[in-house]
């Protein structure tokens, strides 16, 4: 049972929100994975949740908007359904991720931190994926996908268009 009356979240996310606040020597200290958890279930973060994890880590809600813009990987707007993550660190851009990343701002036809008219991709330029000896790579969702061309990144565009990727959820 949560600590929160009538969450937004899950009973089961509600219940781990509640533990990770207990495992942490100050409550704010549970903030990024609060809302790395929550965007996962959510899509995005939604004034709500920034609403409601202020409240269980018992800060203010600028200091949630705070710590919001300062991470990349947490997102204001919903994405796509696929979120596609092209890496451009050094490895990568040394290996053809700008390349990449031209490619697939063509092939979906949407630019950086865009969706897609029907909402299956969204598009981001990241910094690092942990990828570096198997450049150039990208992740969707949480899938890896390393030593891409843009041919094979072609032939994952469609295997996610036909819907044997990986949900966020």
């Not at 020597?25 to 990024?32: E, G, H, I, Y």
């Not at 990987?73 to 660190?89: D, F, W």
């Not at 942990?130 to 996908?145: E, R, S, V």
């Amino acid at each position: 049972m949560s600590t929160i009356a009538n969450t937004i979240f899950s009973p089961e996310l509600a219940a781990r929100f509640d533990h990770l606040v207990t495992i942490y020597p100050l409550r704010r200290s549970a903030l990024v994975p609060m809302l790395l958890y929550a965007q996962d279930e959510i899509g995005y973060i939604s004034d709500a949740v920034v609403s409601e994890i202020a409240k269980r880590i018992e800060i203010y809600e600028l200091d949630v908007r705070n710590v919001l813009s300062y991470y990349s990987m947490l997102r204001t707007v919903p994405a796509g359904k696929y979120n596609v993550q092209v890496c451009t660190n050094i490895s990568c851009m040394l290996r053809g991720g700008y390349e990449l990343l031209d490619h697939c701002k063509h092939k979906l036809g949407i630019g950086h931190k865009e969706v897609t008219a029907d909402g299956m991709f969204s598009l981001e330029e990241v910094e690092c994926i942990g990828a570096c000896c198997w450049a150039p790579a990208i992740q969707i969702n949480y899938d890896f996908h390393d030593e891409l061309t843009p041919d094979k990144a072609d032939v994952l565009f469609e295997m996610y268009r036909a819907g044997q990727g990986k949900d966020v959820k």
